[in-house]
Structures are given as structure tokens and as C-alpha cells.
């Protein structure tokens, strides 16, 4: 409960800081979108027949893998300078080296939601194994945010690595009122390539889709060095950003923009 309020807390501060951005020519965040796990319990069009009720040239941003100092401190900066939201699905090891990581993500506005505790492949052990990780994962990362090792995530936004969901897992989450989320199209970024090469992949690529939630790992040192010219793109083409959060998490303030 408390890691519920803080965050939203927080959810409030951004959206009074993307408001009075101090860019005139940010990209910025257009809106921020709800997301209830009851209606919308699985999306990405790469993994699921449902996505989230985006426009046309809307973009959700997502990172995976970390947090990673160094390297997540650069996606963060490039996300400021143009007073964008993005969410960040949490490796909960990766959150237990580095919760001061953890907390800097949150306390800057952005969404966080778990991403298994050590990144393995979930359809190989048995349901109740995999499930065990998937929690260990989230109570890391809750305890990195508010010092209480929880298995019932503030944010109720999961990422399943490598996409490899089983029925079962998907079953359990949604009694569990956890949304899983795929993605809608991404820049392949694990592929080894020039940050030149993966930002003309990538541009080409939304170009087709035209809009939906996009995959990026911010461990990715290619990819950290492509996003403030992905952005600039983004701001170029008239794309607009989607900053997505909980339900129980929209303020009254957001409501109004």
C-alpha cells in the first residue's frame, strides 16, 4: 500500500514536470493511459491478439533487463531531455544489486513493472517453479522500492522473458489481476549492430506498424546510444507518447491533460 501511494505520488510530480518541460521542442508525454488488468489482461500484438487502444503515431516505450547502472542512468537522461515516460520491466536480481537504480526510475516518474528474478526461459521448469521465480522476482523489486519484500506487485504490469508465456502462467496471473504485456513491435536490439543500423531498423519498422508498444533493453549500450536521435525522430514524424500506468494510479491532475 505504501509503495501504491509513493508511486502515485510520483505519477503526480511527472506530470506536473512534463507540464512545465523546460524544452519548448521536447517530444514530451501527450498522455497517460490507464490500464486495467481486467479489461486489457494481456497485450502485444507479437504474442497476443489484443493490444492497448492506441492512436495513430501513439507509442508506448518499454525497456527490459535492468536496471544497470551507467547504462539505464543514460536512457534516463535521454528520456528527460525530452520529457518522456517510459516503463521499465525489472530484472528483480538486477533490482536487488542496484536499488538505488530502482528507486531513481520511480522517483522520476516512470513506470515499473517485473520481469521474472533472473531472466530464464519460464515454459521449460514446472508451473509452480516458474511461478516461484516470477514472485521472487517481484518481491526483489518491492523491496528495493519500499524495503518490504511483497509478492503482490504495486504495479501489476509483468513481461514475460524471452515472450515465453505458458498457458498455465497466463491463467495465474490474470486471477492474480496482473497484466502481461508484449509488445507491439521492437528494434531487435540484442541483435549486434551499430546504433546507426538498429535506429534505421527500428524507424522502418514504426513506420509500418504506425503505432503500439515498442521493446527496448536499456542493458544495451547500442541502444542507449540510438535513443536520443530515436526520440528526436519520434518528435520529427509527429509521433506521440503514451505513458501508461495502473488504473488505481491516474490522479485527478492527469485526468485533466
Not at 512534463?18 to 486495467?36: F, I, M, N, Q, Y
Not at 531513481?104 to 514446472?126: C, E, F, M, Q
Not at 501489476?156 to 508465456?165: K, L, M, S
Request: charged content about 25%.
Amino acid at each position: 500500500m505504501l509503495a501504491a501511494i509513493a508511486l502515485a505520488q510520483v505519477a503526480l510530480t511527472a506530470s506536473a514536470r512534463a507540464a512545465d518541460c523546460p524544452r519548448k521542442d521536447a517530444l514530451g508525454t501527450s498522455r497517460v493511459l490507464e490500464v486495467d488488468p481486467a479489461t486489457y489482461p494481456r497485450v502485444g500484438l507479437k504474442s497476443f491478439p489484443q493490444t492497448l487502444p492506441l492512436e495513430d503515431h501513439e507509442v508506448v516505450l518499454t525497456f527490459d533487463d535492468g536496471p544497470t547502472p551507467g547504462k539505464t542512468d543514460k536512457v534516463l537522461t535521454a528520456l528527460a531531455a525530452e520529457c518522456v515516460r517510459a516503463t521499465f520491466f525489472m530484472v528483480g536480481l538486477n533490482a536487488t544489486e542496484y536499488p538505488d537504480m530502482v528507486r531513481k526510475v520511480a522517483r522520476l516518474g516512470h513506470t515499473i513493472g517485473y520481469h521474472s528474478w533472473d531472466h530464464p526461459h519460464l515454459n521449460k521448469p514446472t508451473t509452480d517453479e516458474a511461478e516461484a521465480n516470477i514472485n521472487r522476482g517481484i518481491a526483489a523489486v518491492e523491496k528495493a522500492l519500499n524495503g518490504t519484500a511483497s509478492t503482490i506487485p504495486s504495479t501489476p504490469f509483468f513481461r514475460f522473458p524471452y515472450f515465453e508465456q505458458t498457458p498455465q502462467l497466463l491463467d495465474r496471473l490474470q486471477k492474480r489481476g496482473i497484466a502481461v504485456f508484449g509488445a507491439d513491435f521492437w528494434a531487435s536490439d540484442w541483435v549486434k549492430m551499430t546504433p546507426e543500423e538498429e535506429l534505421k531498423l527500428l524507424t522502418g519498422r514504426l513506420e509500418v506498424a504506425r503505432k503500439g508498444i515498442l521493446l527496448l533493453h536499456d542493458p544495451q549500450q547500442r541502444t542507449d546510444d540510438m535513443l536520443p536521435a530515436f526520440l528526436r525522430y519520434l518528435h520529427d514524424h509527429n509521433y506521440r507518447i503514451v505513458h501508461i500506468v495502473p488504473a488505481s494510479m491516474k490522479t485527478v491532475s492527469e485526468r485533466t491533460h
